[in-house]
């Protein structure tokens, strides 16, 4: 082995520096015993990993389950690698969201779900969010790549302008903030907690409630890994925003990938758009 040769002190010096660069540029380390809990499922929420940096989620036939954090945010970015349920996974329902106290009737959310599908069909990626108990205003995508067969980084930025939902750094959704042309509907005054879950909901989430879960395959489960929550004063997320680039990523995602968008469906909204939809082609 190449490591023997390196002897004494070389070799320490060799291990600090590979420490010092892998504690400043690996991304993601955060512990899921230290800020999250679990909320169901008992035993199928495990926690693994050096440092508590992974955790599974397991659903079978008696129930799903599922974890939340102990804090609370008001703004801020979440990523977090995900693994999903492969193989056949219709019927099961992955998520990652934020919400606010639901029993007040007005709560604020922002949902990432992940809707599985037959094999070799794509997995659909559910967007909403919700605004003082108001919701209605889904998109819906599929991805460039099977999300079941790796780790893939999904991140939430919230901040006064905007939220943003990214899938490996490319940008699949922007709410924006319109309350400048007297929009209100921005979540900006509720605290929310990081949900996440997975659970089995065949009767809606494949085409629409056609394909059922098969539980011969069960257990089945989803991965979750170092995560990142950042909330500094001073992170970039504050400013987080389109850049040309990015604004590129944007629109070629929406034209290849996007399935369903609330602000085009005319037979829902026969009568008027919600007032956003006028905006967002300002993207
Ligand atoms: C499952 O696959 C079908 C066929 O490709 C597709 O139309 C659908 O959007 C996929 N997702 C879900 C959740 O059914």
């Known amino acids: 082995m190449g490591v023997s040769l390196i002897m004494g002190h070389e070799f320490k010096l060799v291990m600090l520096v590979a420490l010092m660069v892998s504690s400043t540029y690996v991304y993601g380390v955060g512990n899921f015993n230290n800020d999250f809990e679990s909320t169901f499922g008992g035993e199928r929420v495990k926690i693994s990993g050096p440092g508590n940096s992974d955790l599974a989620l397991t659903l079978d036939k008696y129930s799903g389950s599922g974890f939340r954090s102990k804090r609370d945010y008001l703004y801020g970015r979440l990523d977090m690698q995900m693994k999903f349920v492969d193989d056949n996974s219709a019927g099961t329902v992955t998520t990652l969201y934020l919400t606010s106290d ?4 007005r709560h604020d959310e922002i949902d990432f779900e992940f809707l599985g599908n037959v094999s070799g069909q794509p997995y659909t990626i559910h967007t909403n969010v919700f605004s003082q108990g108001q919701g209605s205003r889904e998109q819906q995508f599929h991805l460039w790549f099977d999300p079941s067969k790796a780790f893939h980084t999904y991140s939430i930025v919230w901040n006064p302008k905007l939220i943003m ?15 400048n042309h007297g929009i209100i509907s921005f979540p ?6 990081i949900h996440a879950s997975l659970w089995n909901a065949d009767d809606w989430a494949t085409q629409g409630g056609l394909v059922k879960t098969d539980w011969s395959k069960a257990p089945f489960t989803a991965y979750y890994r170092n995560f990142n929550i950042d909330t500094s004063p001073n992170g970039q997320w504050r400013n987080h925003d389109l850049n040309a680039n990015s604004r590129r990523r944007l629109r070629w995602v929406q034209k290849n990938y996007m399935v369903y968008n609330y602000c085009t469906d005319w037979k829902r909204f026969s009568q008027s758009f919600p007032p956003e939809c006028k905006h967002a082609k300002f993207n």
């Open 102 to 105: 639901q029993s007040t009737g």
């Open 165 to 179: 939902f990214l899938v490996d750094e490319t940008p699949l959704r922007v709410y924006r903030n319109y309350e």
């Open 188 to 193: 900006k005054n509720q605290p929310q907690k």
